[in-house]
C-alpha cells in the first residue's frame, strides 16, 4: 500500500467512526422510537449525492464532570450543503445518539457556521432538531452557543426561508430556535417541546403530566400554533417539506420558481360553493381550490385556529399566498389565535415576494370576556399591522359577509388594497343587519304595537340600505362588483398587472408591530 493510500484508508476509517454516532445500541434505541439517525434524515430530505458534510472532527471541549474523557463523535450534530430540486441549501441534523444531541459550544459553533454560510450564499437553512437543550456539564458555554444561534436566526429571518423540524424530545433552548424559524414540522409520536420537561414539573410543581400531553406534536399543532405541519412519520414530513419549498424562494431577492400554468380541476363550480343564506357555512377551502392551477393548496397551519385558512396555491404558474376567512369554523371570525396565524403568514408572503390574495366572509372580530382579556386588542391589531406594511401585490375578493373591523381588517382598500374585489351577495356593514337594527331602531322597536314585525321590517330596510356591495362600489372602496365565475380571471389579471408593483414606505429603523 503506498502512503497515499494509506492517508486515504485512515481518513475512511476516522469517517467511518464518526458517523456511526453514539453506536449501533443507540441507533437501535432511535429506530426502535420510528426515527431515522441524523444523517438519515439528511439524506431523505435532500436531492441524492448532493450531501457534503462539514466540520466532521470537530470535538467538544468541556473539561469538568468528566467531558475529558469523553470523544462526542461530531460533537452530536451533522452540517452541511445539500439541494432539494437542484437548488442549494444548508442544513444541520442532531444526533440524539451522541449525548442526547445536548447542545455544547463546538456542537453550536458548527450549526452557527452553517448559518453564516446560509446567510452570505443566500438559501433556505433546514434544522432537524433532536436535543436534550443545553449540554449540562458545559455550564454558560452550551447557554452562550444558544444565544448565538437566536441571534442567527433572527438576522435571517426575512432573508432567506429558516425551516424546522422537531424529530425528538426538544428541550429547554432547544425549542427557542425553531420558535425563531419560519416552518415548524412535528411528527406524531416523535415530536416533543417543551421548555421545562415533565421531572423538572413534578419537582417544582408536583404535577405529573406526560411527555406527550405535555408537549407532543398535536399538541404544538392544533393547541399552541409552535408547529405549522403536522406529518404521521418522518418520511411524511420530509415529503411535507419538499412540498413546502416548491412554493417559496430561496431568498428575499428571488421570486418564487414558476412552474407550467394548469386550470383548476373541473369539478370543483365555484358558482355554487357559498350559499346565499349568509348564516350557512361552508369551506372556503373549496373557492381556494376552484381558482388555484391544478386546484392544488397547500395548507399553513392547517390544525390550528382553522377559522383562518393560510397557505400557498399557484396562479398561472406563480406562488401566491392565500388568506381566507373560514365561516365552518366560527363563523370565521377573527380571534387573539387567527389574527396571529394571519399576520406571521402575511408578513412571511411580504418578505418573500409572494402576492397576497384575500377571501373575505366573516362577521367581525369575536366578541366577549375571555378574548377581550386575552388581549384580542392587540393580537387584532397584528392583522392591521401586517397587511398595512405589506408592498408585495395584495388582492382581496368578498365573497358574502364583510362587517365591521373584520371589513377594515381583512386587507381593505384603507390598509392599502391594490384590487378590491365583491361578489354580488357581498353584505358590506358596519356590523349585522339584526344587531346593527335593534341599535338603531331601538325606540321605534320597543314602542312600536308588534315589536317583531317593526324589528323585521327594520332589519329589513337595513339590509337594503347597506347588506350589499354597492355603496362600497360607489365609493371607489370596491374596485369591481364580479360574478363568481369571473374571480380567477379577475385575479389573473390583478397579478399580471401588479408584477412590477413598486411602494415605498418611508425610512425606518423598523416599525413596532404590536407583538
Ligand atoms: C447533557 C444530556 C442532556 C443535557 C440528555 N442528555 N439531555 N446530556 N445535557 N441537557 C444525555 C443523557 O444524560 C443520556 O446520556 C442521553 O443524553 C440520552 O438521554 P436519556 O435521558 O437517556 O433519554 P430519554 O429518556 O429519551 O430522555 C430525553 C430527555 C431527557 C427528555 C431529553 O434526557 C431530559 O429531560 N434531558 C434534560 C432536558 C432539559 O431539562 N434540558 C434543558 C437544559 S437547560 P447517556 O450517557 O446516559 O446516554 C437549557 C437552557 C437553555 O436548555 C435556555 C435558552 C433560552
Given at each position: ?12 476509517e476516522k ?8 453506536g449501533e445500541a ?6 426502535a ?9 439528511i ?30 463523535p ?5 452540517t ?22 445536548s ?18 450564499m ?18 454558560v ?11 442567527r ?19 429547554g ?29 413534578k ?5 405529573d ?12 399543532a ?15 414530513c420530509?415529503e ?14 428571488e ?10 380541476l ?21 373557492v ?55 399576520a ?30 386575552a ?13 398595512s ?14 362587517y ?16 378590491m374585489?365583491?361578489w ?7 356590523m ?12 321605534e ?5 308588534d ?6 321590517e ?13 355603496v ?37 429603523k423598523?416599525?413596532?408591530?404590536p407583538?
Open positions: 500500500m503506498t502512503e497515499l493510500n494509506k492517508d486515504i484508508q485512515a481518513l475512511r469517517k467511518a467512526v464518526v458517523e456511526m454516532g453514539g443507540a441507533i437501535e434505541k432511535q429506530a422510537m420510528g426515527k431515522l439517525t441524523a444523517r438519515e434524515r439524506l431523505s430530505l435532500v436531492d441524492a449525492n448532493s450531501f457534503h458534510e462539514y466540520d466532521m472532527f470537530v470535538k467538544h471541549d468541556g473539561r469538568d464532570f468528566g467531558m475529558d474523557k469523553k470523544d462526542f461530531g460533537d452530536g450534530v451533522v452541511g450543503t445539500g439541494a432539494i430540486f437542484g437548488a442549494p441549501v444548508c442544513i444541520y441534523a442532531q444526533d440524539f445518539t451522541v449525548a442526547g444531541g447542545l455544547g459550544l463546538q456542537h453550536a459553533r458548527k450549526i452557527t457556521k452553517i448559518m453564516d454560510h446560509a446567510l452570505k443566500k438559501c433556505p437553512i433546514i434544522g432537524i432538531n433532536d436535543s436534550g437543550g443545553a449540554r449540562i456539564q458545559e455550564g458555554q452550551a447557554l452562550a452557543g444558544y444565544g448565538e444561534i437566536f441571534y436566526n433572527t438576522i435571517a429571518s426575512g432573508v432567506v426561508p429558516q425551516i424546522s423540524l422537531i424529530l425528538g424530545p426538544c428541550a433552548g432547544a425549542v427557542y430556535s425553531p420558535a425563531l424559524t419560519d416552518f415548524v414540522f412535528v411528527v406524531e409520536n416523535i415530536s416533543k417541546m417543551f421548555i421545562t420537561g415533565p421531572n423538572v414539573i419537582t417544582v410543581l408536583g404535577e403530566i406526560s411527555m406527550e400531553d405535555l408537549g407532543g406534536a398535536r399538541v404544538h392544533e393547541v399552541t400554533g409552535n408547529a405549522h405541519f403536522w406529518a404521521r412519520s418522518e418520511q411524511e420530509f411535507q417539506i419538499k412540498r413546502l419549498v416548491s412554493f417559496i424562494p430561496w431568498n428575499n431577492a421570486r418564487a420558481r414558476s412552474i407550467a400554468p394548469a386550470e383548476p373541473a369539478g370543483l363550480n365555484i358558482e355554487t360553493i357559498v350559499p346565499a343564506d349568509p348564516r350557512q357555512p361552508y369551506d372556503v377551502r373549496d381556494i381550490r376552484a381558482t388555484v392551477d391544478s386546484s392544488d393548496f397547500l395548507e399553513v397551519h392547517e390544525l390550528w385556529a382553522a377559522n383562518i385558512v393560510t397557505g400557498f396555491g399557484r396562479m398561472h404558474g406563480e406562488t401566491v399566498g392565500f388568506v381566507a376567512n373560514q365561516p365552518m369554523v366560527l363563523a370565521g371570525v377573527l380571534d387573539c389565535d387567527s389574527s396571529d396565524k394571519a406571521r403568514f402575511i408578513r412571511f408572503c411580504d418578505s418573500f415576494n409572494i402576492p397576497i390574495i384575500t377571501l373575505e366572509d366573516m362577521p367581525g372580530y369575536l366578541p366577549g370576556v375571555d378574548q377581550e382579556h388581549g384580542v386588542i392587540r393580537h387584532g391589531a397584528k392583522v392591521l399591522y401586517a397587511y406594511e405589506a408592498t408585495v401585490p395584495k388582492i382581496t375578493v368578498i365573497l358574502r359577509k364583510a365591521g373591523g373584520g371589513y377594515i381588517a381583512m386587507n381593505s382598500r384603507h390598509l392599502g388594497a391594490d384590487f374585489f365583491a354580488p351577495g357581498a353584505e358590506i356593514a358596519v349585522g343587519p339584526e344587531g346593527a337594527a335593534g341599535i338603531i331602531f331601538r325606540k322597536i320597543m314602542e312600536a304595537a315589536p317583531d314585525a317593526m324589528r323585521q327594520k332589519v329589513k330596510e337595513y339590509i337594503e340600505k347597506f347588506a350589499n356591495p354597492f362600497a362600489a360607489s365609493k371607489g372602496f370596491i374596485d369591481s362588483v364580479i360574478e363568481p365565475r369571473e374571480t380567477r380571471s379577475m385575479l389573473l389579471h390583478a397579478l399580471r398587472l401588479s408584477a412590477g408593483k413598486e411602494e415605498f414606505r418611508p425610512a425606518k423598523h416599525g413596532l408591530p407583538f
